[in-house]
């Protein structure tokens, strides 16, 4: 249960981002097509954090100590762009405009991931 509450959260935070960041779209022909978008997109960048971003972080260790963590942005960064290769890849109807779309996307998911997961109850989200 706690995994499919962690992935409305994202698909949410997904759509806020496209909201906000210029450069982060998605599309569809209707409301129902642009959700399932929102919905595979979070889950590919899901899964794109889960088996990447572990790896990353022992292989560049040295990289986040010598920038004091902000080596993390950048990587987030990439890995937002990742997702967005792959989304192409399965022909899905979003798009990332450059690194700094991907860049500023990814603070404002992380942040809006945050901010929804602060505000449900311990018991929703599997704790």
Excluded at 32 to 57: D, S
Excluded at 59 to 82: H, M
Aim: glycine share 8%; net charge positive.
């Amino acid at each position: 249960m706690g995994f499919l509450i962690r992935w409305a959260i994202t698909a949410v935070a997904l759509w806020i981002t496209t909201l906000i960041v210029p450069g982060v779209h998605v599309g569809g022909r209707s409301g129902a097509n642009t959700v399932l978008t929102l919905v595979v997109v979070a889950l590919i960048f899901g899964l794109v954090n889960a088996v990447l971003k572990p790896v990353i972080k022992v292989v560049g260790c040295i990289f986040y100590l010598l920038t004091l963590g902000l080596f993390a942005l950048v990587v987030n960064a990439l890995l937002f762009l990742l997702t967005d290769r792959i989304a192409r890849a399965l022909d899905l109807p979003f798009q990332i405009d450059g690194f700094w779309s991907a860049f500023w996307g990814a603070i404002v998911m992380a942040v809006v991931t945050w901010l929804i997961s602060v505000a449900l109850p311990d018991r929703l989200e599997g704790r």
